[in-house]
Nanobody, 122 residues
Framework: VQLQASGGGLVQAGGYLRLSCAASGLTFSSYVMGWFRQAPGKEREFVAVINWSGGGTYYTDSVKGRFDISRDNAKNTVYLQMNSLKPEDTAVYYC????????????????WGQGTEVTVSS
């Protein structure tokens, strides 16, 4: 199984980025997909999760109304549209796959991507 995250970069506060995570080696539509992030000096935290069909999503409070998670099962890809970015969104963003249930608990995710770095300047 491979999860390849991309789309990170340097952006000014108020700007936007779209992260992508391409999956291979698994039946993508059978997996709940999540995004997590780890800021410098901090523990990795949950950001957003989307269910198998894309009809259910959940976000951490700090990104609600600014971030949007979506998926394209035909392309085996999950996205994270990040708008109105803030310096506190600076982190390495990871995508992850979980087969059994919608969860925000990172330890319940089976597979992880390598991360893509997002830096938001003030």
């Amino acid at each position: 199984v491979q999860l390849q995250a991309s789309g990170g970069g340097l952006v000014q506060a108020g700007g936007y980025l779209r992260l992508s995570c391409a999956a291979s080696g698994l039946t993508f539509s059978s997996y709940v997909m999540g995004w997590f992030r780890q800021a410098p000096g901090k523990e990795r935290e949950f950001v957003a999760v989307i269910n198998w069909s894309g009809g259910g999503t959940y976000y951490t409070d700090s990104v609600k109304g600014r971030f949007d998670i979506s998926r394209d099962n035909a392309k085996n890809t999950v996205y994270l549209q990040m708008n109105s970015l803030k310096p506190e969104d600076t982190a390495v963003y990871y995508c992850a796959a979980e087969r059994s249930k919608m969860t925000t608990t990172q330890y319940e995710f089976d597979y992880w991507g390598q991360g893509t770095e997002v830096t938001v300047s003030s």
